[in-house]
T-cell receptor, first 112, second 114 residues
Framework: IAGITQAPTSQILAAGRRMTLRCTQDMRHNAMYWYRQDLGLGLRLIHYSNTAGTTGKGEVPDGYSVSRANTDDFPLTLASAVPSQTSVYFC???????????FGPGTRLTVL | DQQVKQNSPSLSVQEGRISILNCDYTNSMFDYFLWYKKYPAEGPTFLISISSIKDKNEDGRFTVFLNKSAKHLSLHIVPSQPGDSAVYFCAALAGGTSYGKLTFGQGTILTVHP
């Protein structure tokens, strides 16, 4: 089934550890995005990529990095996790900028 | 600074009645608006959208209304069904350098009672 997959589904992480959240899409979409969802704040954009090889900062990029080596994969890395990064993380993709975004199932991350 | 606001955290409606979800925005650069629906443990799914050149868009039971002068949009669901129970997010897109970046509201939990 075409779509977006995210891994892991959930993770508990000790503060200070490094963690990479994986995102893969098979729709050949050019644009990909990472959001975090927090209660009372909705979804906030962390980083985005308009096409393979390019990335940009969203609303809340601090503490996160991304790479876009190819069209399908868009990993999100927390270099040194902190408790405030406890959240549900969603990856999304779209055909191009401004097009409807399709979301993955999310990764629930808890940093202790 | 919340540029897209959904001031009602929750809404409860009887099956068969109309559900009205509201959304306000402050950024005049927003020119495209979307509604997403989210079930627990799933990602948001696209529901309906509207361009700023229109004031209404309809898709089956779902209608979105846009009032640009008031910077307000609303989603109407008629008739409401128990399967519509979910969190609804309003989102907006701007042109220019922000092109492609969705700004979301906080979400409204809709509960439709049988």
């Amino acid at each position: 089934i075409a779509g977006i997959t995210q891994a892991p589904t959930s993770q508990i992480l000790a503060a200070g550890r490094r963690m990479t959240l994986r995102c893969t899409q098979d729709m050949r979409h050019n644009a990909m995005y990472w959001y975090r969802q927090d209660l009372g704040l909705g979804l906030r954009l962390i980083h985005y990529s308009n096409t393979a090889g390019t990335t940009g900062k969203g609303e809340v990029p601090d503490g996160y990095s991304v790479s876009r080596a190819n069209t399908d994969d868009f990993p999100l890395t927390l270099a040194s996790a902190v408790p405030s990064q406890t959240s549900v993380y969603f990856c999304a993709s779209s055909t191009g900028r401004g097009d409807t975004q399709y979301f993955g199932p999310g990764t629930r991350l808890t940093v202790l | 600074d919340q540029q897209v606001k959904q001031n009602s955290p929750s809404l409860s409606v009887q099956e068969g009645r109309i559900s009205i979800l509201n959304c306000d925005y402050t950024n005049s650069m927003f020119d495209y608006f979307l509604w997403y629906k989210k079930y627990p443990a799933e990602g948001p799914t696209f529901l309906i959208s509207i361009s700023s050149i229109k004031d209404k868009n309809e898709d089956g039971r779902f209608t979105v209304f846009l009032n640009k002068s008031a910077k307000h949009l609303s989603l109407h669901i008629v008739p409401s069904q128990p399967g519509d129970s979910a969190v609804y997010f309003c989102a907006a897109l701007a042109g220019g350098t922000s092109y492609g970046k969705l700004t979301f509201g906080q979400g409204t939990i809709l509960t439709v009672h049988p």
